[in-house]
C-alpha cells in the first residue's frame, strides 16, 4: 500500500512539473516583444528598420568625426559597429 502511494505521488508530481514548466515556456513566447530602432547587445549597436517605407538613418559616433547614413530598406537589421564607437542611430527622412 506505502509503495503505490509513492508511486501515485512521484507520478502526481512529476505530472505537476511537466504542467508548470510548459506554462512557463508558453508565458515566455508571448512576452516576445520585437525592437525597433536603435538598440545594443553584446558590445555591439545594431538599427533595425520597422517602418512600412525605406528610410535614411543617420550613425552618430562618440568622436563625432566619423559619423555616416545610409538607406534602410523596409525591415532591415544591420550591425553597426562596436558600441564604443556608435553612440545612437536614427531615422531621418524617406530615401
Known amino acids: 500500500m506505502r509503495e503505490t502511494l509513492t ?3 512521484a507520478a502526481f508530481l512529476g505530472a505537476s512539473a511537466l504542467l508548470v514548466s510548459g506554462a512557463v515556456q508558453a508565458g515566455a ?6 525592437v525597433c530602432g536603435f ?3 553584446g ?7 520597422c517602418g512600412t517605407i525605406p528610410v535614411g ?3 552618430d559616433t562618440w568622436d563625432d568625426k566619423n559619423e555616416w547614413w545610409y538607406c534602410a530598406p523596409v525591415g532591415d537589421d544591420r550591425y553597426l559597429g562596436p558600441t564604443s564607437k556608435i553612440s545612437w542611430a536614427s531615422h ?4
Open 57 to 59: 538613418v543617420y550613425v
Open 39 to 41: 538598440y545594443t547587445a
Open 92 to 95: 531621418q527622412q524617406a530615401c
Open 7 to 9: 508511486r501515485g505521488l
Open 29 to 34: 513566447a508571448e512576452n516576445t516583444v520585437e
Open 43 to 49: 558590445g555591439h549597436a545594431y538599427y533595425k528598420h
